[in-house]
């Protein structure tokens, strides 16, 4: 059974940090892409990134790009998004998704999501 999920979501002050977890099992990890996306409420969901965990490729938001990075522990089947310089407009629920294409365009596996909440 594919399973992603996420941790490490939390409440913080703006210009803080926060580093999500995206901790996958039940597929080859190296196979696949992973990405991060986000949901304000309402609003649409929105890409924020993603990462190819067979050739390390990594895409962004122009939004959260020079304040997120995203990366991949393949030993752990993890991928985490450090998050800097966090704005209240960072405020979502953030939820990571597998491709098993690779290619970051079409995600098959969900997680639950956690929130992510920036005080101003």
């Known amino acids: 059974e594919v399973q992603l999920v996420e941790s490490g979501g939390g409440l913080v002050q703006a210009g803080g940090s926060l580093r999500l977890s995206c901790a996958a099992s039940g597929f080859t990890f190296d196979d696949y892409a992973i990405g991060w996306f986000r949901q304000a409420p309402g609003k649409e969901r929105e890409g924020v990134s993603c990462i190819s965990s067979s050739d390390g490729n990594t895409y962004y938001a122009d939004s959260v790009k020079g304040r997120f990075t995203i990366s991949s522990d393949n030993a752990k089947n993890t991928v985490y998004l450090q998050m800097n310089s966090l704005k209240p407009e960072d405020t979502a629920v953030y939820y990571c998704?597998?491709?098993?294409?690779?290619?970051?365009?079409?995600?098959?596996?969900w997680g639950q999501g956690t929130q992510v909440t920036v005080s101003s």
């Open positions: 998704a597998a491709d098993q294409d690779s290619s970051c365009l079409n995600f098959d596996y």
